[in-house]
């Protein structure tokens, strides 16, 4: 059907509520379904045969989704009249619907509405509004004091309940609650109470068992409180391990109710280390002097622990040895003293050694150490110290007397990030070195200092010899060498590393982290493969490198020179002592272009880069910012970034208050459009705006007024900054 004009249609419907219930008996499937009976017409004309319909409920009038919808293909229509069942195929059943409370007033049912549509044709209007059928209504409510014959009465069950209760317990009929033993129940309008009390009083205090017994079989629960008859606990009466430190309160067990059993006047009771106990005699509690005692263990055959601040051995003696430590092995240790614990002690020491006049710590070995330090956390394994009264004492004294050792006098090695050796000087006004290294040997190739990194991968800072100078004197020198003969003063070789690192940290400006002096030879040399030969760095306000020259000689190729810079031993860059560089092959900067420093009248900071300058006539050698076309006096454009600057000043000179004018190369400048667009390539004067260039007109152009040629476009307006070829043109 293709359309439906002035369609009149007449139904009568009946909606069955389907709840499932806790009844004995179950609504027939027919009440699960809808009845509709309607009449339609097309144009005044009654539809007759076969048509499809779409039925559609709804819980509003208008719009929404549907909450249910089914398709009957086939419906008969005779004069117009046709019957449906809304519901009637089990695959799509109707859903539950909610028909409020029981009296309809403290929750009203809602509303639900059918639409229909005939040969999916848009639905017709207006939905007609369902009610509640009375087989639907008896079901919803169950009767308040009978259900399916079941009597309830004893119960009383609320008229609004939500189900009926059937059975108690499988009994019908009236049921009655009834207590005994100290349980009982009482009535009180709706509500049934149920307590129970034992012997007197509140809660249960009374249990009877027949045999004597109690089984608590939750061990966490319940908590009871027994009073035990004198005695009642015996030995028999404890599981092996049953009373535990966590089951006995604090202060439980006292000499009243511990008994001492077998044990005699003196014992104590001890672990047998079986897991049992035994009565012992108490351990001996002092040493007949003298006292020597030998056994055979690979565990340790006497330990002390002190827990606190003291000492845990503390040997004195007016001999030669207080304390005297001797191992047979061969690679063994006489004394080893270990610092274990660095955060609760001041100065954790292995071994701490002290001597008036003779030494604090002898080790002496075959092939072994002498002396082992070993500290695990944040002691120090061997600390010597010299007394704060004593003026030629020295902490350490390490000595190789025989002239013909090949073995180093002293060698560390660290495996982890600090430095091997670290020396710090807290003197004042001292004068002596931190390091003194001396070697009086003649044979060529020995070292006084010999540093050497053997990691395969040593970190980025890794560093063989380091010297640091954190004083602020002035005068103070982080490595120095000093060599009479043709050799080094300090030579520093590295594969990838740094040759020598020198690290001045003072505030004073005479702080040099390396600083070399040779008579003859290199005051400083580095040599690499792959790395720096020589490394200057200043990371606050000092100097990176500072080179010296104070001889009075004329500068040649090879002397008398602040500088040189050779490749395979021939010159490529050389500045003599004034001050003239020297370049094989030429230079390059990081500039485009050369100015000349210049003063400005009035404010400096007025003037920025890009602006277009001519030559001022308010005093000598200075420039002002352009502000008239065609100005004859234009001298050049602010340079950005200048990669030769002149100045008829020294180097030191302070230029702050001059512009950088440059004169030629390629300058970032200010342009004005008031000319007409720009194109690269023409050539540019001085503009009416100030500090501004614009594009030439050739007619009007004069010697001496071009700036110089674009070399970008700029199509305006008003102002922008390109790139400019300044010269004279």
Partial sequence: MKTQKSISRTFACALGFFFILALATTSSFAQQAISYQGIASNNSSPLQGPHSITLSIYSDSIGGSALYQEVQSAVTFTGGVFN??????????????????????????????????????????????LGAAATSWSSRFADSTRAAGTATTALNLAPSAGGVVTTVNNLSGAVTLAGSGGTTINKSGQTITISSSGGGGSGIQGVQNTDGTINITSPNGPTATFSLADGAVSTAKLAAGAVTTAKIA??????????????????????NGSGGATWAALPPVSLTLPYSQSATSASILFSLTNSGTGYAIDGSSGGEIAIQGQSTATLGVGVVGRASDGSTITVPSGVCGTSDSHSGVVGNT?????????????????????????????????ETLNSGATGNTVEMNNAGMGSAIKAVSTSVGGTNPVILA??????????????????????????????????????????????????????????????????????????DGVYGVSNSGNGVQGWTSTGTGV???????????????????VSTTTSNNIAIFETALANKARIDNTGKGFFDGGTQTGGADVAEAFDVPGIRSS?????????????????????EPYSRLVAGVYATKPGVLLTPENIDADLSGKVPLGVIGVIPTKVSAENGPITA?????????????????????????????????????????????????
């Fill in 607 to 627: 003037y920025e880069p890009g602006d277009v300058l001519v030559i001022s006539r308010t005093g000598t050698r200075q420039v002002e910012k352009c502000s």
């Fill in 84 to 129: 449906v069942q809304i519901g009637t195929n089990k695959a799509n059943p109707l859903p539950l619907f909610d028909a409020g409370d029981y009296s309809g007033t403290v929750r009203p049912a809602p509303g639900y509405f059918l639409g229909v549509s005939i040969d999916g044709g848009a639905e017709l209007a207006p939905r007609s509004r």
């Fill in 438 to 511: 001396q070697n009086s040997s003649t044979v060529v190739g020995a070292f006084a200092v010999q540093g050497e990194i053997t990691a395969p991968s040593p970190g980025a800072n890794s560093t063989a010899v380091r010297g640091m100078n954190d004083g602020t004197s002035g005068y103070g020198i982080g490595v120095w060498g000093s060599q009479a003969g043709g050799g080094w003063g300090v030579y520093g070789t590295t594969l990838s590393g740094v040759g020598v690192y020198g690290d001045a940290t003072g505030t004073s400006t005479s702080s």
């Fill in 366 to 398: 075959q092939t072994g150490d002498g002396v082992e330090g070993f500290a695990s956390s944040l002691g120090v394994g061997v600390h010597g110290s010299a007394g704060a009264g004593g003026t030629t004492a020295r902490a350490g004294l390490f």
């Fill in 681 to 729: 390539g023409d050539l540019l004067v001085t503009s009416s705006t100030p500090g501004h260039a614009m594009k030439a007109d050739l007619s009007k152009l004069q010697i001496g007024e071009a700036i110089g040629k674009a070399l970008d476009n700029f199509t305006g307006p008003g102002t922008g900054v390109i790139e400019v070829l300044v010269g004279k043109y």
């Fill in 250 to 271: 604090s202060g439980a067990v006292t000499n009243a109710v511990v008994g001492s059993g077998s044990a005699t006047n003196g014992q104590v009771l001890t672990a």
């Fill in 535 to 553: 490394l200057a760095n200043a990371n606050t306000t000092g100097n990176a490198l500072v080179a010296v020259y104070q001889g009075s000689g």
